[in-house]
């Protein structure tokens, strides 16, 4: 089945710092989406992003489809912003099924 | 609107024991699915329902039933508890082409 690697497994900040999180893929993909979770264990819906680049305020995210490849910019890091950072995609041939790559984990000290 | 909802937030039960893990989502979607998360990892598909009155297997199907209840209500059995179903269990449902989730239920068996 389809590879979802996220690297790096975890990460530390100091506030203010700018980051990248990257996920790459081992096949066509029909869905990307990344979400934060949270300290008290809420997934968040960061970004549906299949190809192109998106922004929503200090996050952006950027998808190469042709590459199997995405990336999650966060500038200005804050301490809210720490928790789980998951990527997951759903296959050309899914529907709506999600597989997950294993999360960054970040930590934002202040 | 409120989305994706789950009863109960905790539960513990003994080894053996059975339980029904509840979902409902307002979004007016057809497809429903079940995940689990298990420590420092990534959510794994159990079971989903494209529509009412089916269901599918996922990737972790073992020692799961489900009922689609209605278009509404998709929920999730264990007939015989095991400790290795101790985990966090995610409820989904999409919302134009995102995935989104409930809160999850934490589960532990003894």
């Known amino acids: 089945g389809i590879q979802v690697e996220q690297s790096p497994p975890d990460l530390i900040l100091q506030e203010g710092a700018n980051s990248t999180l990257r996920c790459n893929f081992s096949d066509s993909v029909n869905n990307l989406q990344w979400f934060h979770q949270n300290p008290w264990g809420q997934l968040i819906n960061l970004f549906y992003i299949p190809s192109g680049t998106k922004q929503n305020g200090r996050l952006s995210a950027t998808t190469v489809a042709t590459e199997r490849y995405s990336l999650l910019y966060i500038s200005s890091s804050q301490t809210t912003d720490s928790g789980v950072y998951f990527c997951a995609v759903e296959r050309m041939d899914s529907s709506y099924k999600l597989i997950f790559g294993s999360g960054t984990r970040l930590l934002v000290r202040p | 609107n409120a989305g994706v909802t789950q009863t109960p937030k905790f539960q513990v039960l003994k080894t053996g024991q059975s339980m029904t893990l509840q979902c409902a989502q307002d979004m007016n979607h057809n497809s429903m699915y079940w995940y689990r998360q298990d420590p420092g990892m990534g959510l794994r598909l159990i079971y989903y329902s494209a529509s009412e009155g089916t269901t599918d297997k996922g990737e972790v199907p073992n020692g799961y039933n489900v009922s689609r209840l209605n278009k509404r209500e998709f929920s999730l059995r264990l007939e015989s508890a095991a400790p290795s179903q101790t985990s966090v269990y995610f409820c989904?449902?999409?919302?134009?082409?995102?995935?989104?989730f409930g809160p999850g239920t934490r589960l532990t068996v003894l």
């Open positions: 989904a449902s999409p919302r134009y082409n995102e995935q989104f």
